[in-house]
């Protein structure tokens, strides 16, 4: 495909898209016609795909209610295992087609650069990659394993809220319904406290390392942040909810992180057809750093001013956040 059919490229090679990034139009009640379009982008891909990923493990890769209630280290292991071969095997295919094969090039790819072509002190042993799985797998499956043992243990002895489908059907479709709205305020607002500037000096910078992020990216995080992020999943708990939203929760945020950070406005399957991976938000983020700190389902960045549509107008109105900062810095009283 000709990317530059859709966006610009810069003198280094960055390509950008032209139309400026919106929020999802949840709460523009005057405009239903552009919701009714917009509403199957957010059930298709992706959400229905962590629907079903979370059944199939659920169903079939799941140790029985009798094994489940018995709380030793055989099953918990096993679902260690089960779930770092699907991140690696998910996240791979990416990794595998986009940065190793480069079967687009840099095509739809907003930093120019592979992070494989150079290596970075930042980085264990300077490679992006070998530092991000180690601590993906290392930290980060292990702690999301953690959650799903205590989902499925409590669920399997009978503890906390779990509801069955049969029993209630219509609370738990509008459970599903709004857990990707979960996901986007919990993240939103542990993405805002681990940018204040001790949490963000001490855990969220070694996630910022990757400022040109790649799939194994998503999950390059300090445990205190992989705690944080995995938390979305506590909802189902403190709430009346079932297993298989609580780990459709989880692979939301597990499997669903690495569309975030593909690195690549779309993704090719044919000589004129793409998939959208409406990344560019979080790609602004990890390049400006205080800007997207929620990906735009719920219009949180334009309420609290942080909001960057990638556009020209966007840098000014981020410059003059800043300046004003700046200002107000300068202007307070030296002790």
Known sequence: MDDLKFGTRNKRGDWSPDEPIKPAPLLDAPSIARILKWLPSYFFPYNVLWLFSAWV???????SRETLQTLDWQWPLYLLVRNSAAVFLFYGVYELRLYVQRKQGNRFKFNARFPSDSK????MF????IDSMIRGFGTGVPIWTAFEVLVLWSSANGYGF??????HPIYLIALFVLSPVIHEIHFFAI???IHTPVLYKWIHSVHHNSVNPSPFSSLSMHPVEHLLYFGTVVYHIVLPSNPLLAIYQLHMAGFGAVIGHVGFDKIEVGDEKAIDTHAYAHYLHHKYFEVNYADGLIPLDKWFGTWHDGTKEGDAQMQARYEKRKAKANAQPAE
């Open 57 to 63: 493990f659920l169903t079939y890769l799941t140790p």
């Open 120 to 123: 970075n002190a930042a980085f």
């Open 126 to 129: 300077g490679s992006q990659n």
């Open 162 to 167: 779990w509801l069955t489908f049969a029993e």
């Open 191 to 193: 993405h805002r406290l």
